[in-house]
C-alpha cells in the first residue's frame, strides 16, 4: 500500500494533525474529541469544516423604542451549539431561558423583540447567554434602556 493510500494520510485527514482537530467540525456542527477521532472522520469520507467563532449580538431595535414601559431590541449570532438554550438576563437578575437555539447554531432575529419593566421609571440593562459548539460560554454586549414611566 502507497503512502497516499493510508487514510490517515488524505489531504482531509491531515487538516486533524498537530492540533488541527480542535479547530475543525463535522458537516453538522460536532467537534472531535481527540485527533484520532477526527482523522477517522475525514479518512471515510467525512467533511471538515472550521469551527466557527461564536458570538451573540444584542442591538437597539429601532434606536430602542421606549413606548409605555417597553424596549425593543434584535439580536443574532453564529457558532452555538443548536441544541443549547439562549438565555436573556435583565437587570443581573435570574436568566430567563428563551428556548433552544436550534437550526445550525447560527439566528439572525430580523424582527423586534421587546422587554417591558413593571417597576416604573429607570435605567435597565439586557445581555444574551448561550454556549458554543466547543462547550464555551458565550454573552452578548450589553444594551441599555432608560424607561421614562
Given amino acids: 500500500m502507497a503512502s497516499r493510500d493510508v487514510p490517515g494520510n488524505s489531504p482531509s485527514a491531515q487538516q486533524c494533525y498537530k492540533g488541527g482537530w480542535q479547530n475543525l467540525v463535522t458537516s453538522t456542527g460536532a467537534t472531535f474529541a481527540s485527533q484520532d477521532a477526527c482523522v477517522a472522520y475525514a479518512s471515510h469520507g467525512g467533511v471538515l469544516s472550521p469551527k466557527p467563532t461564536a458570538f451573540i449580538t444584542l442591538s437597539p431595535g ?46 439572525n432575529n430580523a424582527g423586534i423583540g421587546f422587554f417591558t419593566q413593571t417597576n416604573g421609571p429607570g435605567v435597565y440593562t439586557l445581555y444574551l447567554t448561550g454556549t458554543a459548539v466547543d462547550g464555551t460560554p458565550v454573552i452578548s454586549n450589553t444594551v441599555t434602556c432608560t424607561l421614562t414611566g
Fill in 62 to 107: 429601532y434606536e430602542i423604542v421606549q413606548t409605555e414601559q417597553q424596549c425593543a431590541f434584535t439580536f443574532a449570532g453564529g457558532g452555538l451549539l443548536p441544541t443549547s438554550d439562549l438565555y436573556a438576563v435583565f437587570n443581573s437578575s435570574a436568566p430567563a431561558d428563551l428556548g433552544p437555539v436550534g437550526g445550525s447554531g447560527d439566528f
